[in-house]
């Protein structure tokens, strides 16, 4: 099974970050000197991918602007002599076959994913959601597809999370396959402590076979009445196999205030024009806090 396409849904209002994204796709927001999808797509092609489908909507032109050539800009950095600019903004464009289609009505997650079956085929793909900024070693999508492969299955990525966070999250239930590799028997999505399976919770990375497209196409509106990608795969794991991966590796939820925060902070101590400034003024505040 090789995996070489992968889904990103970017379709969400991003009402935890109003009001900048009243009219700045959060996806655009900036994590230093990217934006947050630059992250995520270069995760993707990290871990293999060369074809991605961005599911956007009416409100996200400047996130397929940002991924096109921009000939004007790039002739006046070469006149005056800002290589350096003009290959950044070459290299966003050129990093992998990007495709969109629009998600016409806000209808969830599941919704989303659905949009991504003509362009999917017959071929397990990838799906990173746009909010979930990983930093690790080996890139977390690599690491799902590893186990994808292993056990020819579709594959979720997960972490424990404290006992509060769990009802903003799919909750697993698992068994052990070998020590990172769970196989997984049902899940549930934003459970109540009462509902909840486990602490292991899905966190914004799958591998998922095309099995799913006719599951979603008939699931119904769950949680929040959307439809949502959870509700599917609880289908999918009766009907195939679905492994869970626990990753390494460390990850931000950038669609909300404090997570975008800690993403920025912790991105500005290891970026080489940040880092000794950054590392200076948290000393100096220290010292003088
Ligand atoms: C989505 C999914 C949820 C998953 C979470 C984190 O929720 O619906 O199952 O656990 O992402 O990846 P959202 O954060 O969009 O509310």
Redesign the pocket.
Known sequence: MKIKKAVIPAA?FGTRMLPATKTVPKEMLPLLDKPVIQYIIEEAVAAGIEDILIITNRAKSAMDDYFDYHPELEERLYRDGKLKEREAIRHAADMANIFYVRQKETRG?GHAIWRAKDFIGQDPFAVL?G??IMRAEVPVTKQLIDAAEKYNASCVGTQKVADDAVG???SLQISPLEKTVYKVTDMN??PTPEEKFSNF?????YVLTPGIFDILENTPPGKGGEI???DGLRTLCQREPVVAKEFAGRRY?T?NLCGFLEATLELALDHPETKDFMQSYLRQNRLEG
């Open positions: 969400g997650l959601l909010d979930d903003r999250y799919s999505e934003k919770a899905i966190l914004g990375r949502q990608l959870t939820d669609g």
